[in-house]
C-alpha cells in the first residue's frame, strides 16, 4: 500500500466515535483520520480499499482494491489489507475520539474580574472611521455610537488585562475601530504604559494594529514596525472591488490612496508580521483574482475572508454560490503550488496549516476563548465577548473599573464547543475550526452556541485545500 502519513495532531484517550474523511484534490488522493488528525496521501487502490474497509472490513476493502485497480495481484491486496488494518491497530486510522472530558467550561469558580483566565483584549480605541465601507458590520465603524477612547480608559483596561491573565506571560492587545489611526496619539500612549509595565507584572505584550490605511505616514510606520507585532491591512482586492466596497467617507473609492501607504509600509518592515486582509461578497465571487491581484502587488501574507451577511443582503454570499466559491478556493491553491515552485510564492492565511505543532487539543475542542480568555473593549471600558457583539446589550459582559458582572453569559459562552453543538459530532474538520466562529453564530442562528452552516461549507473546503498545500510539499510537488 502506497501511503504517505504527513503528520498526527492529537493524542488517544476515551472512545466517542470514529470517522475518515476521503477527498480527491488536484491529482492527490487524501484520507485523513479524524480523531488522530493523520493524513494519508495514497494511490487509486488503497484510497477505495480504506473507504471499504470503513463500511465492510476486510473482505470488502480487498474487492475495492480489485475493482479500482484490475490488474493487482492476490498478493499486494492481501498486504494494502494488512497496511490498513495495522493503521487502524497503531491508531493512525479509525482512531476513536476521545476528546469530550477536555470540553469543559473555560470558567469555573470564579470570584473577580474575569476569572484570573484572560488573555487577549481587542481594544476599540476608535468608534469612528474615515471610510464608509458597505458590508461593514460596526455601521460605517460607529457602532450605534461612536466616540475615541481617553487613554485613561485604555490604561486602566492594560491593568484588568494584567490583574486578570494569573499564569499567563503572553498576552495579546489588538488595537481595533472603528479606524484606531484616529485615535493614534492614545494607542502610542498604551503601548507607552503597557511596555512600562512589563518587568514588574511579569508579562510580555504582543500588539496587533488593523487599519485601512488612510492615516498611515512616517511616524505610523516607524512606531507600528518597532512595536507592533503584526498589522492588519484593508485591501479588497483590484482596484474595481476595491472602491466598490471600500469608499472614502465623503464617497470615492480609497484603492489609490491606501496601496501606496501599504507597500511602504510592510517593504519598511522586514521580516515583521503583517496581513493583507481583505473581504469579498457575493460581488466578487471570483475573489481569486483579487488575492492573485494582491500577490501581484508584492504582498506575501494576504487574508480573504467572506463576507458575513443575511442572504438578503444584495452583498451577502448564498448557498447557491457554494460550487463557485470552492472552485475559487481549489484555483487559489493551484496557483500558490505553481507560484511556489517558480520561487514567488505567498502565504494565504486560510491556508496556514501546522500539522505538527498547531493548537492544543483543548484550544481544538473549545475554540478561540470568545468570551472568557479573549474580551472586547469599547472607547467608553465596556466589555463585550468579542468586537462583533459591541452595542448588543445582551452580551453587555460588564466594565474594565467593575471586571466581568455578568457571570451568567459568561459561563454560558465558555460551555460551547464541539461537543455542546450537535452538528459539530458528525462533522470530519471539527477539530479545524472548533466550532466555528460564536458572533457568525448567533447572527446566522439568534444563538452564539449554534453554526453558521455557509461559514463550515467554506471552512472545509478551505482545509481541504490546506492538507492538499501540505501533501503536496511532502511529496516534492
Not at 422 to 438: K, T
Request: charged share 25%.
Amino acid at each position: 500500500m502506497r501511503v504517505l502519513r504527513i503528520g498526527s495532531v492529537l493524542p488517544r484517550q476515551d472512545i466517542v466515535s470514529i470517522m475518515i474523511h476521503r477527498y480527491k484534490l488536484n491529482g492527490f488522493n487524501i484520507v485523513l483520520d479524524v480523531a488522530s488528525g493523520s493524513i494519508h496521501s495514497v494511490d487509486a487502490a488503497a484510497y477505495e480499499a480504506i473507504g471499504a474497509f470503513e463500511r465492510g472490513g476486510g473482505e470488502a476493502a480487498a474487492g475495492s482494491a480489485r475493482e479500482a485497480c484490475p490488474g493487482i495481484t492476490e498478493e499486494d491486496v492481501a498486504a494494502l489489507v494488512s497496511d490498513i488494518a495495522e493503521l487502524e491497530r497503531k491508531g493512525k486510522l479509525f482512531s476513536p475520539d476521545v476528546f469530550s472530558g477536555v470540553a469543559r467550561p473555560r470558567v469555573r469558580g470564579a470570584n473577580s474580574l474575569a476569572g484570573k483566565t484572560l488573555k487577549a483584549l481587542c481594544m476599540n480605541v476608535s468608534h469612528m472611521c474615515n471610510m464608509s465601507c458597505s458590508y461593514c458590520f460596526a455601521g460605517r465603524g460607529e457602532y450605534g455610537g461612536g466616540g475615541l477612547m481617553s487613554f485613561e480608559t485604555g490604561r486602566r483596561a492594560i491593568d484588568f488585562l494584567v490583574e486578570s491573565s494569573e499564569g499567563r506571560a503572553n498576552l495579546d492587545v489588538d488595537f481595533f475601530g472603528g479606524e484606531p489611526l484616529l485615535n493614534w496619539e492614545v494607542v502610542k500612549e498604551i503601548v507607552g504604559y503597557s511596555r512600562g509595565i512589563e518587568k514588574r507584572s511579569g508579562k510580555r505584550f504582543r500588539f496587533t494594529l488593523t487599519t485601512n490605511g488612510l492615516l498611515i505616514d512616517d511616524d505610523v510606520i516607524c512606531f507600528t514596525n518597532r512595536e507592533m507585532d503584526t498589522v492588519v491591512l484593508s485591501l479588497d482586492g483590484r482596484p474595481g472591488t476595491h472602491d466598490a466596497s471600500r469608499k472614502l467617507s465623503g464617497g470615492g473609492g480609497s484603492y489609490d490612496a491606501v496601496v501606496p501607504k501599504f507597500n511602504k509600509l510592510v517593504e519598511a518592515r522586514g521580516d515583521k508580521g503583517y496581513y493583507i486582509r481583505g473581504t469579498f461578497t457575493r460581488s466578487n465571487i471570483d475573489f481569486f483574482n483579487d488575492i492573485k491581484h494582491i500577490a501581484d502587488l508584492g504582498f506575501s501574507e494576504i487574508s480573504m475572508e467572506p463576507v458575513v451577511a443575511p442572504e438578503s443582503a444584495a452583498y451577502g454570499l448564498r448557498e447557491e454560490d457554494l460550487p463557485a466559491l470552492f472552485g475559487q478556493y481549489e484555483l487559489l491553491a493551484a496557483e500558490m503550488l505553481a507560484r511556489e515552485r517558480e520561487g514567488r510564492g505567498f502565504r494565504f492565511y486560510h491556508y496556514n496549516l501546522d500539522l505538527m505543532g498547531g493548537p492544543c487539543v483543548y484550544k481544538r475542542v473549545s475554540g478561540c476563548g470568545v468570551g472568557t480568555e479573549y474580551l472586547a473593549v469599547t472607547p467608553r471600558g465596556e466589555l463585550y465577548p468579542c468586537h462583533q457583539f459591541i452595542g448588543d446589550e445582551a452580551f453587555l459582559l460588564g466594565d474594565v473599573q467593575r471586571g466581568v458582572v455578568n457571570e451568567g453569559l459568561r459561563d454560558e459562552l465558555g460551555s460551547h464547543n464541539i461537543y455542546s453543538r450537535g452538528e459539530c459530532l458528525g462533522c470530519w474538520a471539527r477539530f479545524y475550526c472548533s466550532g466555528g466562529c460564536a458572533a457568525n453564530a448567533y447572527r446566522a442562528t439568534g444563538s452564539a452556541g449554534g453554526v453558521y452552516e455557509l461559514g463550515c461549507e467554506l471552512l472545509k473546503k478551505r482545509v481541504e485545500c490546506a492538507v492538499m498545500l501540505k501533501v503536496a510539499a511532502a511529496c516534492g510537488r
